[in-house]
């Protein structure tokens, strides 16, 4: 059981806009930052967006994150064949001993 | 250029200890700023966080592993060494290191490759 809770998986056909969602609490993401991460099949995850909407050097602009109280958001826009993959999203979680980190569930996105 | 590389036994008996050893370049560990992580994801399942250590040698454990896990570096030879005490199946998994700078939010920006540990006897 995940901290973090995303929908299983998600669809969508070339050229679509996608959304996933992530929701936590007020322990994680309602007080703290979110990233989220591409793994696509048999590989490493790779960082997509960090601090909510900063996409890191290289990340296309068809990917964008945002967050709204205990609950953030990826969207995909111009879907491609080559997003097919897991995304994950992740947050700090502060507890009485400090902050870790948890992430979500993942979701499968598959481009139909 | 950032690189890391996870090594270590692919297969472990339960009850045993698990060494894991990340080797990094393209960053110092004594830099500012910069710590580097462990997270695992086992067969067909989610990631889950397990560990990170800081440039001042903070370090920081999944409260639900914590009393198994231990986070070490050693700077001078830009490792840094996870153990994990009484294996069990269900930590069948494959383990990254990943390393994470405050610029970035401490994401964690770069990932190695992951390495693929069997428990089983």
């Known amino acids: 059981q995940s901290v973090l809770t995303q929908p299983p998986s998600a669809s969508g056909t070339p050229g679509q806009r996608v959304t996933i969602s992530c929701s936590g609490s007020?322990?994680?993401?309602?007080?703290?930052?979110v990233n989220w991460y591409q793994q696509l099949p048999g590989t490493a995850p790779k960082l997509l967006i960090y601090?909510?909407?900063q996409r890191p050097s290289g990340v296309p602009d068809r990917f964008s994150g945002s967050k709204s109280g205990t609950s953030a958001s990826l969207a995909i826009s111009g879907l491609q064949s080559e997003d097919e993959a897991d995304y994950y999203c992740?947050?700090?979680?502060?507890?009485?001993?400090?902050?870790?980190?948890?992430f979500g569930g993942g979701t499968k996105l598959t481009v139909l | 250029q950032i690189t890391l590389k996870e090594s270590g036994p692919t297969l472990v008996k339960p009850t045993q200890t698990l060494t894991l050893t990340c080797t990094f370049s393209?960053?110092?560990?004594?830099?500012?700023?910069?710590?580097v992580g462990w997270i695992r994801q086992p067969p067909g399942k989610a990631l889950e966080w397990l560990a990170l250590?800081?440039?001042?040698?903070?370090?920081r454990y999944s409260p639900s592993l914590k009393s198994r896990l231990t986070i070490t570096k050693d700077t001078s030879k830009n490792q840094v060494v996870l153990t994990m005490t009484n294996m069990d199946p269900v930590d069948t998994a494959t383990y990254y290191c990943?390393?994470?700078?405050?610029?970035?939010?401490?994401?964690?920006?770069?990932w190695g490759q992951g390495t693929l540990v069997t428990v089983s006897s």
């Open positions: 007020s322990s994680n993401i309602g007080s703290n930052t």
């Open positions: 393209g960053f110092s560990l004594s830099t500012s700023g910069v710590g």
């Open positions: 601090s909510n909407n």
């Open positions: 250590i800081y440039w001042n040698d903070d370090k």
């Open positions: 990943a390393h994470s700078i405050h610029s970035s939010g401490w994401s964690f920006d770069y």
């Open positions: 992740a947050a700090w979680d502060d507890s009485l001993n400090g902050r870790d980190w948890v």
